[in-house]
C-alpha cells in the first residue's frame, strides 16, 4: 500500500486555529465589515487554487483525452461546479439562482452595509492583468492581511507542482474550514436574521467541505503524491505553510477589529 499524508503533522496548528480569538471577536456589524472586508480576498483566491488543479488534473483541450483518475477528475469538476455556480438563497417563492462563493460573499458583505467593489475590481483586473501587477495597482486599497496571505496562497501556485497546490487546497481550504467556519458561527454575536446570506455561505461550506470535499481532496492529494517521499514532505511543509499563512491572517484581521 502506497505512503499517505498524515494529518498528526499540521494537527497541533489546526489545533491553534481551531481557538484563535477571531471567531468571538466579531460582535457587531461594524466588526462584521472589518471582518469580511478581509476574508473576501481569501475567498476570491481560493478560486485560482482550484482553477489551477483544474487545468493539470482536469485540463480543457481541443482535441480532448482522458487524463489521470475518473475519481478525481469527477471530484474536481464538481468542485468547481458548486464553487463557481451554486444554488445561491432564495426568498419564499422565488426562483432558484446561482452564483459562485466569491459572488455570494459580496452579496453578504452589501446585506450588511459594506461594499465589496473593491474586491470585485481586484478580480476583474486581475483576470487581465496577473495577480502581482494588480497587487501593486491597488496598493493599501486591499487591507495588508489580505494582502499577505494572497501572496502566500499565489506562492503555492508559483511553484507548479501540483501536489504542493492541493496540499494548500485540501489541508490548508477544505480539512479546516469547517472548523473554523463552525467556531465563528458558534462565537460570533450575529445571529442568522441579522445576517442571513453570510450564515448561508458558512452553512454551505460546513456542509461541503466536510461531507463530501475535504474526503475527496484527501484522495486527490495522495494520488498527486503517488506514494513518493520527496512529494509527501513538500505536501505536508506545504500545508503547514498554509494553516501558519490563515493564523497569520486572522491575527491581523483581529487587530484590524480591535
Not at 483541450?61 to 487524463?67: G, N
Amino acid at each position: 500500500m502506497p505512503k499517505t499524508i498524515s494529518l498528526d503533522s499540521i494537527e497541533p496548528l489546526q489545533k491553534q486555529l481551531d481557538i484563535h480569538p477571531i471567531y468571538a471577536a466579531v460582535q457587531n456589524f461594524t466588526d462584521l465589515r472589518i471582518f469580511m472586508s478581509h476574508h473576501i480576498f481569501p475567498v476570491w483566491d481560493f478560486m485560482s487554487l482550484l482553477k489551477f488543479l483544474q487545468r493539470e488534473l482536469a485540463p480543457a483541450r481541443a482535441p480532448w483525452s482522458p487524463v489521470g483518475s475518473g475519481t478525481v477528475r469527477r471530484f474536481i469538476n464538481d468542485i468547481v461546479l458548486e464553487e463557481e455556480s451554486d444554488k445561491a438563497l432564495s426568498g419564499p417563492g422565488e426562483d432558484d439562482s446561482y452564483a459562485s462563493h466569491f459572488e455570494l460573499y459580496a452579496q453578504a458583505i452589501e446585506e450588511i452595509g459594506g461594499s465589496a467593489e473593491t474586491a470585485r475590481e481586484f478580480s476583474r483586473l486581475a483576470s487581465e492583468k496577473g495577480f502581482k501587477d494588480t497587487l501593486a495597482t491597488f496598493g493599501d486599497q486591499v487591507p495588508p492581511p489580505a494582502a499577505v496571505f494572497m501572496q502566500k496562497t499565489f506562492s503555492f501556485i508559483d511553484t507548479n507542482k501540483p501536489h504542493v497546490v492541493a496540499a494548500a487546497f485540501a489541508l490548508g481550504r477544505e480539512h479546516i474550514i469547517p472548523s473554523m467556519f463552525r467556531a465563528l458561527l458558534a462565537k460570533m454575536n450575529i445571529g442568522k436574521e441579522q445576517a442571513p446570506v453570510f450564515h448561508y455561505y458558512l452553512e454551505r461550506h460546513i456542509h461541503l467541505d466536510e461531507d463530501h470535499h475535504g474526503p475527496l481532496s484527501m484522495l486527490m492529494l495522495n494520488e498527486l503524491c503517488g506514494g513518493d517521499d520527496q512529494r509527501i514532505a513538500e505536501a505536508e511543509e506545504g500545508a503547514k505553510s498554509a494553516i501558519r499563512a490563515r493564523i497569520i491572517f486572522w491575527d491581523g484581521v483581529l487587530k484590524a477589529i480591535r
